[in-house]
């Protein structure tokens, strides 16, 4: 039996898209998270200090919204991930970005939904939407086309 080139050989979890393909999904992301955040801004009014839990119950578009920036936050740590293999750091600092991006964005939106609406969180979440923009472009520009290459384990390593 010949065993199966290190590429097939290797863990799900090294097998994941580039880090410049993982940028197309963040950026998919976005645009809906921005559709999102347009129907929740002009079409939902969220109640004043109520619980976390009827608020969530009561929302759901605000509970996609929510799985939708968790998933930008996963797809933004699985970019790191990725990115520490690349040849330059650039890819790195690019996906840095995204990720501090999206947990700030989340930060700012946790901060207006559950503590007063407050404008000032408004613009927290833009800025973080702004940047995690920009970390999956840079991610798109700088990152290479090869997924994270992996070198299958020789029988001295084992």
């Known amino acids: 039996m010949t065993p199966l080139p290190p590429s097939e050989n290797a863990p799900l979890s090294r097998r994941g898209l580039s880090p410049r393909g993982v940028a197309l999904p963040i950026l998919a992301l976005l645009a809906i998270e921005l559709v999102l955040g347009a129907v929740l801004d002009a079409l939902v009014n969220l109640p004043m200090g109520a619980?976390?839990?009827a608020v969530l119950t009561s929302q759901p578009v605000l509970d996609l919204h929510i799985v939708v920036a968790v998933l930008l936050i996963g797809l933004s740590g699985h970019a790191m991930a990725?990115?520490?293999?690349?040849?330059?750091?650039?890819?790195?600092?690019?996906?840095?970005l995204t990720l501090l991006s999206a947990l700030v964005a989340s930060a700012g939106g946790w901060e207006f939904v559950f503590n007063g609406q407050n404008p000032a969180s408004a613009d927290v979440m833009t800025i973080g939407f702004v940047g995690v923009l920009v970390g999956a472009i840079l991610l798109r520009i700088w990152g290479s086309r090869d997924r994270a290459r992996v070198?299958?384990?020789?029988?001295?390593?084992?």
Not at 151 to 156: H, L, R
């Open 51 to 53: 619980s976390v839990t």
């Open 82 to 96: 990725t990115s520490r293999r690349e040849p330059t750091r650039r890819p790195l600092l690019a996906a840095l």
């Open 151 to 158: 070198v299958a384990p020789t029988a001295s390593s084992m």
